[in-house]
Structures are given as structure tokens and as C-alpha cells.
């Protein structure tokens, strides 16, 4: 299910699902049925609607037997990365953390904590993946 027309995630696509065919998979081109995987991509940092997020609505969207299981593939540049993972850093370091800290677009106000509370078990890096 293509995201957002993204070059370097369809230069990885197009193999991935070559590959998946020649591992035995059947790969579709339209959905219907019974689908085990959805493999689909995004934009790092672009938040996507509840509404909109395949891994909630793909059964109803589709008419499928069943909700599959949904990969999404992200690109993001090393600086993205590593901008996030310095703001995470400082954030969990903090004596005082607060929501400014942790604030990203498409987070609901209180989302803080629960990054706040990822970070302190698995650093930055687990804060970031949410």
C-alpha cells in the first residue's frame, strides 16, 4: 500500500517486495481477502490521523477478513535523526523535565510522560520510537 511518494523508500520497496515473492509470499497489487502484512511507508516526523493510520484502519478500509499486521517504512536523514535524539537527550537529563522537552507534532499534551517514561527504561532512543 504506497505512503507518501517518497524516491528512496520506493527504491526500497520495489526489491523488498521482489524478494518477499521470491521467498515464496504472494505479494497484491489490490487488497482483499485475508492479508497477513501490509507494508506501506510514511514520512519521519509527519504525523498521520488515527483515522488515517492503516494499522487502525485497514480491515474497515479495505473490507478485509481480518487486520493485518502493518509495517511502515520511514525515511528520515541522519540530522533529523540525530536533532530528535539530542532534544530526547537533554529532555531525559533534565532534573526537571517538562513537555517542551518532548513536544513533536501529532503528540496529544500529555504524551510527554509516556516518552518521558520510555526514555528513563531504554534512553532516547526507546523515547524516540514511540
Excluded: Y
Excluded at 479495505?62 to 502493518?70: D, I, K, Q, Y
Amino acid at each position: 500500500m504506497p505512503g507518501p511518494n517518497n524516491d528512496s523508500l520506493n527504491g526500497i520497496m520495489d526489491p523488498l517486495l521482489a524478494k518477499l515473492e521470491t521467498l515464496g509470499h504472494t505479494v497484491l497489487d489490490q487488497l482483499h481477502g485475508q492479508i497477513d502484512l501490509l507494508l506501506t511507508s510514511a514520512c519521519f516526523g509527519q504525523p498521520v490521523s488515527w483515522r488515517q493510520a492503516l494499522m487502525f484502519s485497514a480491515r474497515r478500509r479495505f473490507g478485509l477478513e481480518r487486520a493485518p499486521t502493518v509495517v511502515t517504512l520511514l525515511k528520515a536523514d541522519k540530522g533529523e535523526i540525530d536533532q530528535a535524539m539530542e532534544r530526547l537527550t537533554a529532555g531525559l537529563g533534565s532534573e526537571r523535565p517538562s513537555p517542551e522537552m518532548f513536544a513533536a507534532a501529532g503528540l496529544a499534551p500529555e504524551s510527554w510522560r509516556v516518552l518521558l517514561e520510555q526514555g528513563r527504561r531504554g534512553g532516547p532512543i526507546l523515547s524516540l520510537l514511540r
